[in-house]
């Protein structure tokens, strides 16, 4: 079992930076893969970012490729997501994710456990 709880989200202008962070308690973190998905309210869940268990593969949703970086630390169970340019239409509630394999995968079926989300608001 793991629990997940993501924090860091907040109101930013267009063109700012946030970082996300997700906490992670429970077994076998450093053995999941993890991801970042998020949600608009009447739409569907969409992938952001995903890293495999040792960090060393990440894969990137296209509409924030080269903008957000996903990132890790095993040791302090955390999980990141450092978010640059960002704009109006990154909008939407960011909910972390943990797979019960090591390997990045980009399908929300993929992933057991989920956190409570955390909203993001980019204002024009």
């Known amino acids: 079992q793991v629990q997940l709880v993501e924090s860091g989200g907040g109101l930013v202008q267009a063109g700012g930076s946030l970082r996300l962070s997700c906490a992670a308690s429970?077994?076998?973190?450093?053995?999941?893969?993890m991801a970042w998905f998020r949600q608009v309210p009447g739409k569907e869940r969409e992938f952001v970012a995903t890293?495999?268990?040792?960090?060393?593969?990440?894969g990137y949703g296209d509409s924030v490729q080269g903008r957000f970086t996903i990132s890790r630390d095993n040791a302090k169970k955390t999980l990141y997501l450092q978010m640059n340019t960002l704009k109006p239409e990154d909008t939407a509630v960011y909910y972390c994710?943990?797979?019960?394999?090591?390997?990045?995968?980009?399908?929300?079926?993929?992933?057991?456990?989920w956190g409570q989300g955390t909203q993001v608001t980019v204002s024009s």
């Open positions: 994710a943990a797979a019960q394999t090591p390997a990045i995968t980009s399908y929300d079926y993929d992933y057991t456990y």
């Open positions: 429970g077994r076998t973190f450093s053995r999941c893969a």
């Open positions: 890293i495999s268990w040792l960090g060393s593969r990440t």
